[in-house]
T-cell receptor, first 112, second 112 residues
Framework: GESVGLHLPTLSVQEGDNSIINCAYS??????FIWYKQESGKGPQFIID?????DKRQGQRVTVLLNKTVKHLSLQIAATQPGDSAVYFC???????????FGAGTILRVKS | NAGVTQTPKFQVLKTGQSMTLQCAQD?????MSWYRQDPGMGLRLIHY???????DQGEVPNGYNVSRSTTEDFPLRLLSAAPSQTSVYFC???????????FGSGTRLTVV
């Protein structure tokens, strides 16, 4: 079932390095996945999505990888910038109920 | 397009009071949802709707009611506010099942 973390893990990276944020999703029937970015005091912003019939999708500086065998999703950010500092959430669409359920989130801190 | 508009932005309620959080979207999206976000945590789904006249419960529906009489509006009603409902509430809409949600800017609710 769905769970909410009691605290958010933090990933600290140096400006210019690549970042990898991981997410374990809960339901093998989920058919669509999204990564969101949330800056302090704002609503989540869509970054990139992937459907369950794909295992990789690339956007501008971002790549999402999907491993259905182990129910794992990752977000790779190339050449991380200070403006990438935010909380990142993965979300899974539970097809049978059309519900979009969020994971607990990861804080990304970019050091200059 | 204004996108997803939430009102009010801030609200303080006394325990036991009721109120309605308003949400409107002008993108003709069929799907709408309400989420709550507690400090340092992820977003939890309260209720969602896949079209006018159709609503369903999410992960944490107790203490909240919704209705969807039009495509544009999806109000969230707190029946009898409790301190445990202190949170930031986000409304979101999307065009269909395998699409990302667009989020409003949130309503910060404090129940004393």
């Amino acid at each position: 079932g769905e769970s909410v973390g009691l605290h958010l893990p933090t990933l600290s990276v140096q400006e210019g390095d690549n970042s990898i944020i991981n997410c374990a999703y809960s339901n093998s029937a989920s058919d669509y996945f999204i990564w969101y970015k949330q800056e302090s005091g704002k609503g989540p912003q869509f970054i990139i999505d992937i459907r369950s019939n794909m295992d990789k999708r690339q956007g501008q500086r971002v790549t999402v990888l999907l491993n259905k065998t182990v129910k794992h999703l990752s977000l790779q950010i190339a050449a991380t910038q200070p403006g990438d500092s935010a909380v990142y959430f993965c979300a899974e669409n539970m097809g049978y109920g059309n519900k979009l359920v969020f994971g607990a989130g990861t804080i990304l801190r970019v050091k200059s | 397009n204004a996108g997803v508009t939430q009102t009010p932005k801030f609200q303080v309620l006394k325990t036991g009071q009721s109120m309605t959080l308003q949400c409107a979207q002008d993108m003709n999206h069929e799907y709408m949802s309400w989420y709550r976000q507690d400090p340092g945590m992820g977003l939890r789904l309260i209720h969602y709707s896949v079209g006018a006249g159709i609503t369903d419960q999410g992960e944490v529906p107790n203490g909240y009611n919704v209705s969807r009489s039009t495509t544009e509006d999806f109000p969230l009603r707190l029946l009898s506010a409790a301190p445990s409902q202190t949170s930031v509430y986000f409304c979101a809409s999307r065009v269909g099942q395998n699409y990302g949600y667009t989020f409003g800017s949130g309503t910060r609710l404090t129940v004393v």
